[in-house]
């Protein structure tokens, strides 16, 4: 079975400061998608930034970009110029073209003024 | 309103009791799934459907039964309610085969008292 690792429960950046959260995590295939998903207090899920397996550039949205490193199945989250609106939960997420998505068990981004 | 609709948005159960958590979306997806996430950790994934008639399990299916027989609607059934079962239960779509972007609803908190 497929697993995620985030080995970071917490997190804290300064706002405008940039931060780095790591997900690693095994899979015998080769085809398959990555997710970083952002849960507020809301609790909404909300899906920051996807990453397919076959692409060899990182994808990346605005402010937030991806460092993916398939040999050593590494997919860090980077987020530039942080803002107080980003701090929430954040969750890797693995799938295969079924979309069942294995979670990580999160890590929780505080963003200081 | 188009998305995913979960209904209800709170409930506490006794021990032993039963109930249905609702869940339906107006966007004709064929995939459906339902996940549960415990405090302070990730999403799993307990049911999920392919269309309407057809449903299987996940990582986490003991306890609960579902039902598609409609492609707008996937209830997920609890007999016998446990404390275990307390947790926020989230549904998603999405359309096609591929790995689109998954549509959540906004969860139903349940607590088993």
């Known amino acids: 079975a497929q697993t995620v690792t985030q080995s970071q429960p917490e997190m804290s950046v300064q706002e405008a400061e940039t931060v780095t959260l790591s997900c690693t995590y095994d899979?015998?295939?080769?085809?398959?998608?990555l997710f970083w998903y952002k849960q507020p207090p809301s609790r909404q899920m909300i899906l920051v930034i996807r990453?397919?397996?076959?692409?060899?550039q990182n994808a990346t949205e605005n402010r937030f970009s991806v460092n993916f490193q398939k040999a050593a199945k590494s997919f860090s989250l980077k987020i530039s110029d942080s803002q107080l609106g980003d701090a929430a939960m954040y969750f890797c997420?693995?799938?295969?073209?079924?979309?069942?998505?294995?979670f990580g068990e999160g890590t929780q981004l505080t963003v200081n003024p | 309103n188009a998305g995913v609709t979960q209904t209800p948005k709170f409930r506490i159960l006794k021990i032993g009791q039963s109930m249905t958590l609702q869940c339906a979306q107006d966007?004709?997806?064929?995939?459906m799934y339902w996940y549960r996430q415990d405090p302070g950790m990730g999403l799993k994934l307990i049911y999920y459907?392919?269309?309407?008639?057809?449903?299987d399990k996940g990582e986490v299916p003991n306890g609960y039964n579902v039902s598609r027989s409609t492609t707008e609607d996937f209830p997920l059934r609890l007999e016998l309610a446990a404390p275990s079962q307390t947790s926020v239960y989230f549904c998603?779509?999405?359309?096609?085969?591929?790995?689109?972007?998954?549509?959540f609803g906004s969860g139903t908190q349940l607590s088993v008292l």
């Open positions: 998603a779509s999405k359309s096609g085969t591929g790995v689109e972007k998954l549509l």
């Open positions: 899979t015998s295939e080769s085809d398959y998608y």
């Open positions: 990453q397919e397996a076959y692409k060899q």
């Open positions: 997420a693995y799938a295969e073209r079924d979309s069942r998505l294995t």
């Open positions: 966007m004709n997806h064929n995939y």
């Open positions: 459907s392919v269309g309407a008639g057809i449903t």
